[in-house]
């Protein structure tokens, strides 16, 4: 999410906090008639909106730290590719083999999504439910690269040719980093789904219409104003506390 966005939601909930002091002071001549603008509701309502906040910290937080550490992980991939290569040439294999392998190195040093999701693609999923982001196709590029290498691994094993002495180089050890590489990608995975649950929870809890943070904030001061009046000086502290949808 964009930065100025994530400043409007914490002035919101900031605002909101200091509306609900105001209320507090103005005593028991804040007495409203619907529920969910009581003081008490109010509160429950702050109280809400901190512990989804925290949470979603938390959960950028390991979304951020995920991706970073799958992205060190899948680093080394195109040089580990270069030196199998390499070592099949120098050995007995055949021409046609070593394309067959070169092909596959190919498709890994350039794994890219085939299609970047379109505005339309987006519009559509978004009318039926679904929440797809630009940037997620950097996903596919890791599930291409984890697909390619994993075809790599098994079209070498199949080699005869390919018996290298060298630790880094041998099947057993091409299979261990792509049994990590897959953790490490469903790691990221996981934490971009809690990523975008807790995103989605918040946003519900304060955009939502009616009985959102920031429609209850706007009623509230609403119900101040009748009972205070735009002209009366007291109101004028309410009256700066600016609350923005998305």
Known sequence: MKKHSETGIIRNITNFESLLSFISAYGERYNPSRESIKLKALQNKLAECKFVMSKYENAHSAYTL?????????????????????????????????????????????SRPKRKPSDDDIKISAANGIEIRKHSTAQLGYDNKLDHFGNLITLLSKIPEY??????????????????????????????????LTRNERNQ????????LVDIAIDTKNYLKSIIGSADPDYHQVCKLKFKSK
């Open 66 to 110: 995920a991706v970073d550490a799958r992205k060190l992980s899948f680093e080394p991939i195109n040089k580990i590719a270069t030196k199998v290569i390499n070592f099949l040439k120098s050995s007995e294999s055949s021409a046609l083999v070593d394309e067959s392998v070169q092909s596959i190195v190919r498709k890994l040093r350039g």
């Open 163 to 196: 018996a290298p002495n060298e630790e880094n180089l041998k099947i057993e050890t091409l299979t261990k980093i792509y049994t990590s590489l897959i953790e490490s990608n469903k790691s990221a995975i996981q934490a971009s789904i809690q990523f975008e």
């Open 205 to 212: 809890l304060l955009y939502r219409p009616l009985t959102g």
